[in-house]
């Protein structure tokens, strides 16, 4: 599945600056990863990083110039520096190596890349590539630590396997993890920034004996989605996620937790320092009475009963909660239904005192778990309802954290 436009860097101008390593092949992902994601991406090559993947390969893949430092002296582009570092709205480095990052961190200015740095005044990305033995130097590592006092935004690099066949720290970031960075720098001044969304997402689990448990097939990808969304509009996020394996987006704090029981606790720690709570997590209904302490023996009888009890309301111990403090300003709440939708969200969004609800059918087979669109219905606190088409999920959190961004506006 190709990427998917990203709002939030849309038309948006990033310096692509490739030094001389063999990771320059993986920022040849990362460009075309940008382009499809609606960036302009200009790309500028040092001398050394030429020697390992041309200019073209990026002008191709990003349907942009991509320049060299050849073009520095060029009469048709003079002071191509200045025009690069004024449009662009980031400048990303990758992979950089020990030399640029020296070169960085005293203020040399010999080539493209360089004089752009110095000259640019916006945020500066670094994802540094190079052999273990020369990322662990002193020098290189005083050179880091100066960049970052600086203001610079370090990126990895990542512990692995090196060209070399040595094993350590000095692994390029992956580009899809590059991709993260970045939408977390270019949405730290967005409209919720200064604010704390709190999110919750995937399924609980409750166990009946070490092995087995009640669960439902939430993949967690709506709730994650809606974390991403909230940090690209600026937000510290706090994501509190039941058992899933998808990577947490860049920026986030992540809590897991297990039951519905730990989701409850999680959720009411945090809920008082929150400007918005999205309960996206597929918390379970139900637990077992008792929990055995060793594996369920198969019985001569064919049948076994399990009593289950409710788990905790974790919305409705939010809205007591919320009586006390005033906190969070929005409650945002997530209703999985099969029949009734409408009827039955808007209930549920009297009952927990909500100030939004998101309804889907989970039995169409396009939305709902374990898929990559949804087909959602949002019910406000004012009785207005907007269905939305059938969506990716991403696109269905941006429209819902645009509707927490004009509720927090509204107070």
Known sequence: MSPEPITLLRDRRIILGVCGGI???????????????????????????TRFITPLTFSALTGQPAYTD???WRHDRPLLHIRL????HLLVIAPATADTLARLAHGRADN?????ALAFRGPLLVAPAMDVAMWEHPATQANVALLKERGLTFAGPAYGRMASGLVGQGRLLEA??????????MGRDGPLSNRHVVVTAGPTREHLDPIRFISNPSSGRQGFALAQAALDLGAQVTLITGPVTLPTPIGAERVDVTTAQEMLEAVLAVAPQADALLMAAAVADFRPTVQAT????????????????RTPDILQAVAEQRMVTGRPQIVVGFA???EEVVDRAREKLERKRLDLIAANDVSAPDAGFAVETNRVILVDRNQGVQTLPL????????????????MLREG
């Open 70 to 72: 050849a073009d520095l």
């Open 176 to 185: 899809t993890e590059l991709l993260g960075h970045i939408r977390y720098q």
């Open 112 to 116: 493209l890349l360089t004089l752009t």
């Open 336 to 338: 999985a239904e099969t």
């Open 85 to 88: 570092s004024t449009e662009a």
């Open 391 to 406: 969506l990716s999920k991403g696109q269905v959190a941006e429209i819902i954290l645009g509707r927490v961004v004009e």
């Open 294 to 309: 060793r594996k369920i023996k198969k019985a001569g009888d064919e049948t076994l009963s399990l009593p289950l009890e």
């Open 23 to 49: 990771a320059a092949y993986k920022v040849a992902d990362l460009a075309s990863k940008l382009t499809q994601a609606g960036a302009r991406v200009e790309a500028i090559l040092t001398e050394a990083a």
